[in-house]
């Protein structure tokens, strides 16, 4: 079942996201922002190295290139009770740009003390998408379970308490 706005505000109300801002509740989800520090490509290897975002503004955006992948992290962190999961689906408004996101943005029951790391793909071919701290870039839809599960990813899970954006761990 796919929790309503006042379930999610009543949750949120009690400490499952923070920073929570009401005005982000929709009728069945929670608008994400993008948060301060992007993972990108650099040409000196493989592995995605660290790009702040401040300074840059909806009017001074960060542009990412056509075909250009990041990883990016919410602003809100969240904590998961045991009897909920929650899958990130990316605003219509940023597919309509171009942006796209991999799907493998699902957080099991007990994820907690982490912001969200999302993965983002420029799907455009000739022009960059804008991307700016604090821009509204997806929302969390939660499901609440039929029963509590035997072990939670509070005991299972490698990306508990992750505060900055996260490459693989593997």
């Known amino acids: ?52 975002l401040a300074g840059h503004t909806q009017e001074h955006p960060y542009c990412l290139q056509p075909g250009q992948f990041c990883l990016a992290q919410t602003v809100e962190t969240f ?44 799907n455009r071919q000739l022009h960059p998408v804008a991307l700016w701290p604090g821009m509204r870039i997806g929302q969390m839809v939660f499901h609440s379970m039929l029963s509590v599960p035997v072990r939670s990813y509070r005991e299972t899970g490698r990306y508990c308490g992750d505060t900055i954006v996260q490459a693989s761990k593997g």
């Not at 929790?3 to 929570?20: E, H, K, T, W, Y």
């Not at 608008?31 to 000196?44: C, F, H, K, P, Y």
């Not at 998961?80 to 740009?97: G, N, Q, T, V, W």
């Open 79 to 122: 904590h998961l009770p045991d009897h909920l999961a929650a899958e990130f689906r990316l605003k219509s408004s940023r597919a309509r740009e171009g942006l796209d996101q991999a799907l493998a943005v699902w957080a099991d029951p007990g994820w907690h003390g982490s912001v969200l790391t999302m993965e983002l793909r420029n």
């Open 1 to 52: 079942m796919i929790l309503p706005d006042f379930q999610i505000r009543a949750l949120c109300d009690s400490g499952m996201v923070s920073p929570f801002d009401p005005a982000l509740v929709n009728p069945a989800s929670l608008d994400v922002r993008l948060g301060g520090t992007l993972l990108i490509e650099s040409a000196q290897g493989p592995e995605l190295v660290p790009y702040p």
